[in-house]
């Protein structure tokens, strides 16, 4: 069975030509490079990991609660309309609801793999293109892993949100070298550690949601990493028409991904009043906290590579997410990577007093 037997609304067509601007751009300059980059370029390679053999495919996956979260995490939790459902209503509203989640992360990841290519082509400097190019491979190993996950475990894929696809639209079609990095390195990528994080965290311990979201995480901080590094330098020498334009950018992108995570196509999709459940989750105090929360990431490191402007501020300040400028976000990255490798600790251990037990049972009965 193919994923379009899964698609909720098969996309028509199956594939998506998106405009792509900029030149390729060749460098016969081979020195070193900036040595922050090239260690962590050495770092990319290190951490390559293989999707099937790291992640417990064997793990069994309840569909109708996919992640394993609690009810109070669903954006309908309290509402009339949840209230109003039975328990197999409200199964299904769970599972609409994480597989919409993690399609968009899946619809995401390959926009990230398409644009880490992009970087790959058009950047000036070689070892941004190293960099980009250990970052192309670990975008496919994540779409590769949403999607078997969904087609797998879940068995129910959405389309891709309109606004990532406005978003996506807008960083491939722009012809400058820095747009790519900006709107995806910072911009999405930023915004996908915050939402993989919150439900890393929620999800059932030592679920295969788990595994997943921290896996794909550990990739996505030296990610979000290479697009400081290399936009702090170039921002800092732009005029300010050059900057000012890139800060329209932000804005503009930030409230398109604010807006893309009221999950109107699962109300539709279930036959619900859409009008009434988008105005439930734009004013529960939930929701409103998760949104905010996703921009853990992306305040700080807007702030960081110098688009600091007014209007920007502003736009922050509207959505209450301000504050955040102030966050550790080296702190929050070595966070995200070492959660990954404790994963991985619990599991040699588990594996370990496994074989142990095996080891003592066959003694025991030789």
């Known amino acids: 069975m193919t994923t379009k037997d899964k698609y909720t609304e098969v996309p028509e067509p199956l594939s998506w030509d998106a405009p792509s601007g900029g030149d390729a751009r060749f460098t016969w300059e081979y020195d070193e490079g900036r040595a922050r980059l090239l260690s962590l370029y050495q770092k990319g390679k290190d951490k390559q990991w293989d999707a099937q053999s790291r992640i417990d495919w064997s793990q069994d996956v309840d569909p109708m609660n996919p992640i394993g979260l609690p009810d109070e995490f669903h954006p309908l939790f309290g509402s009339p309309?949840?209230?109003?459902?039975?328990?197999?209503?409200?199964?299904?509203?769970?599972?609409?609801?994480?597989?919409?989640?993690?399609?968009?992360?899946?619809?995401?990841?390959?926009?990230?793999?398409?644009?880490?290519?992009?970087?790959?082509?058009?950047?000036p400097d070689l070892d941004a293109k190293f960099y980009a190019a250990t970052q192309t491979m670990d975008e496919a190993r994540h779409v590769e892993?949403?999607?078997?996950?969904?087609?797998?475990?879940?068995?129910?894929?959405?389309?891709?949100?309109?606004?990532?696809?406005?978003?996506?639209?807008?960083?491939?079609?722009?012809?400058?070298?820095?747009?790519?990095?900006?709107?995806m390195q910072v911009l999405i990528e930023g915004l996908a550690l915050a939402a993989f994080g919150v439900l890393r965290d929620m999800a059932a311990p030592e679920s295969l949601a788990k595994q997943v979201l921290a896996y794909v995480m550990q990739d996505e901080a030296r990610h979000v990493a290479f697009g400081r590094i290399s936009l702090k330098d170039y921002y800092s020498a732009l005029t300010d028409a050059e900057r000012a334009e890139r800060e329209e950018f932000v804005v503009d992108a930030c409230y398109l991904m604010r807006d893309r995570f009221r999950g109107e196509e699962v109300f539709e999709t279930l036959g619900m009043d859409v009008k009434a459940c988008a105005e439930w989750v734009d004013t529960s105090p939930l929701m409103i906290q998760f949104r905010s929360h996703l921009f853990s990431r992306i305040v700080p490191i807007v702030k960081d590579i110098g688009l600091w402007g007014d209007k920007v501020q502003k736009a922050f300040r509207d959505m209450g997410v301000h504050d955040m400028a102030g966050f550790d976000i080296e702190a929050l990255m070595k966070a995200d990577e070492d959660q990954a490798e404790d994963l991985d600790k619990a599991h040699a251990e588990m594996a370990h007093r496994a074989l142990e037990v095996d080891e003592a049972i066959a003694a025991g009965i030789s």
């Open 81 to 123: 309309m949840w209230d109003a459902a039975d328990e197999a209503r409200r199964a299904e509203m769970r599972q609409h609801f994480q597989s919409w989640q993690f399609s968009q992360f899946l619809h995401g990841e390959q926009g990230a793999m398409v644009c880490a290519a992009k970087i790959v082509e058009i950047v």
């Open 145 to 183: 892993a949403f999607g078997r996950f969904l087609q797998e475990k879940v068995d129910l894929v959405y389309p891709i949100n309109t606004h990532l696809t406005s978003l996506l639209e807008d960083t491939l079609r722009d012809s400058r070298w820095d747009m790519p990095y900006l709107g």
